[in-house]
């Protein structure tokens, strides 16, 4: 069957050939002349040497275009255009053209990279990295870093060179970060007689105020959420929890990753995860305006700063402070966060991997700070640098809402954490949380949770080892 | 007795009427239910949305996440892309299926049978398996980025809709053929003045099919479309999601935009629809 299957495959294709062939001339009716042109470049750009050919010909100069893919939509895909737009009008020899990909970019990019017409530069925020850079689809930026920004690393916050290096080298470099803190509700607190301007700093004190919080009525219905953990790989960084050794082996068992699962448990002893789900869907979704937070009936929220124009937007009234990550006394790590952010990379078949490499130095602010300064307060973003941080209108755009003041100053902090950098990154994160609602739920205790997930990475490890 | 027994029956009908009725129309509002949700999220302020017990009726309505949804993406632009698309894929897909399923069921060739079975071998192939090679394929003749990859292979026939339609041809008595044989016609002309006037609930049921699959097409514009500008609906869409949240307003109102055509198609041809699905056996 197979056989047949290929067969017809090859006919197909012979005819389609033909009927291209065929059809070329006229185009089809829904062409008109505008995409013929188009497809006509896409042919050109083929080769080097048409590409060439293609500029020579054309003898306005060597402009060329730089094909830039984003994953931002809506008001981030036109914050992204006006970007776009800045740097072509001050780069004459290079245009770029950006298109906004939505729903599964990594399906789209990942056919036309095996098709061999990838774009020369894109923006991602999923974990893709070394897996992406381990299957050979996207390429090392040292030989650029090396000549054109040598200090490159020590102008970063530390953390965010990690992000984008793999086995050394560097393969993303980041342009805007996210850190996570905990907000609380200033006004539950007043309520059930507690000081609001002495939040819980560490988990033995988050504990200890937990029954003043919750409200539970007669039927066992929760009518106010306290804290519930969540999130494992957030808190772990706060317990001094590790997921991979330096060598990039797993790490699952961690006794402080295993201390912040039991935690977790503790919480979900006490209160039943599946009537706190219930109530958190009852009122939230992913949107903005319905962040169960915003409502008042959740006292704590672990997110990222952009949720503070979120406030100001849909709950002006809602009296809130913000505290780094609670950790537990002795053991623990303070101003400890999980971070990530968005950075760009140069697929391995680009085509002008020079002309991408210079929009991506100059989106990230290296060299070019000040214009940084003042486009990342645009989409609510934390700077790679912190001399994108120093500059006056980044300080400016702090003082406006004075705790965002916290968020950036976490980066600087020796414990934030990223997700470890190794080719399993993404199936990594995605059993942990299967591994931390099993816990949640009850089905498994947190050691065996966390000895099965150990298990599974490695077998993950040593089949993709094998490829 | 008899006017007892009579009156009954009529009971007894009046009863099973009524029961199949409320049956009919309780699944009828289960089926609108998500219809409704969009409509009524559509006209609601942003903080309305989620509130649990859900409100049907929105505080305000909120007209403006219409004008304001149509114009936040070039909205006429994805519809005249999608309909240009769709136009073509129809076209495409009800000819070329139709002609083949002809070949398919009436008339006699050698190897007919497994050259049928090895066309239904190829529905069995998800679209995710074929993905790549095709887009070599449509790269090396440089259609990437044009809107021929989404056109062309209609006109290669549909697997599953050839072998709809040679179903519904075995079904016509072979008789009105050889009449019109004996007559002198051609087998194309048979096929055309003959065969497709009697088997038009099955082609509109391909059409409609075909409309609707083309319509919601999102994998195929995300892969080949390389320009904003040639967006579908269906990419467009996906515009109100994004990162840290999404504008469900908006994206309700845009949806509902979208979903119209569909919905005023059906209710136009609800009844040859439903009589292609009846004749054909199928069930959509």
Redesign the interface.
Known sequence: ?KY??RT??TL??V???A??AACSSSG????GGN??A???T??QK?GDDAQTAADAKSGNGEKVEV?YWH???????KLIDSLVEEFNSTHPNIHVKA??????AN??FL??Q????PPDVMTQ?NQVIPSWAEKGAIMSLEQYIKTDAPDLRSWMYPIVADIGTYKGEMYAVPFSMNTFMLFYNKDVFKEVGLDPEQPPTTTQELDAIQDKLWKIDDRGFIQRVGFMPGWLWQWSTAFGGQWADKDGNPTATNENNLKTLEWFQSYAKKYDPKKIAAFNK?????????WPFLSGKQVFAVDGM?RLIDLKN?APNLNYGIVPLPYPEGSGKPNASWVNGNYNIIPAKAKHPKEAWEFIKWLTGYGNEAWAAKMLPKGGWIPPSPKITEQPDYQAFMDEIPVRRKFVELMGSENVQITPVIPVQQYYWDRAGSAEEAVMNGKKTPKQALEDLQKEVEKEIAKSSKK | MTSKAGLSRRQKEWIREGISHICLLGLGVTFLFPFIWMLSTALKP??Q?????PEWIPEQFIWSNFPEALT?VPFDLYIKNTL??CF?TIVGTTISSAIVAYGFSRIQWPGRNALFL??L??MM?PYQV????L???F?Q????????PL???A??GNAFFIFLLRQFFLTIPHELSDAARIDGCSEFRIFWQVIVPLAKPALATVALFTFMGSWND??GP??YL???S?YTIS??L???????????GMLMAASTVATLPIIILFFFTQKTFIQGISTTGLKG
Do not use: C
Not at chain 1, 282 to 290: D, F, K, R, W, Y
Not at chain 2, 130 to 133: A, E, F, L, N, Q
């Open positions: 069957m047949h299957v017809f495959f197909l294709l005819v389609v050939i009927f291209g089809t009716p829904a062409a995409e013929d188009k497809a006509g896409t042919g083929e094909v994953m931002w939509t809506s008001d981030w895909k298109l906004s990909i939505t729903g599964d399906a789209k056919t036309a095996a098709g061999g017409d925020w009852s009122m939230s979704s992913n949107v903005n305006a319905a952009w849909y | 942003e903080a949305i989620f509130k649990w017990p936040f240009l698309i073509w090895v066309m071998s190829t192939l074929v993905m790549i090679p887009f070599i394929i790269k003749i440089g259609w990437v980025g044009s809107f021929k056109i062309v292979p006109f290669f999102f994998l995300l892969i390389n320009d904003e040639m990419l467009g996906q515009q109100f999601t994004g990162q840290y949240g999404t504008r469900w």
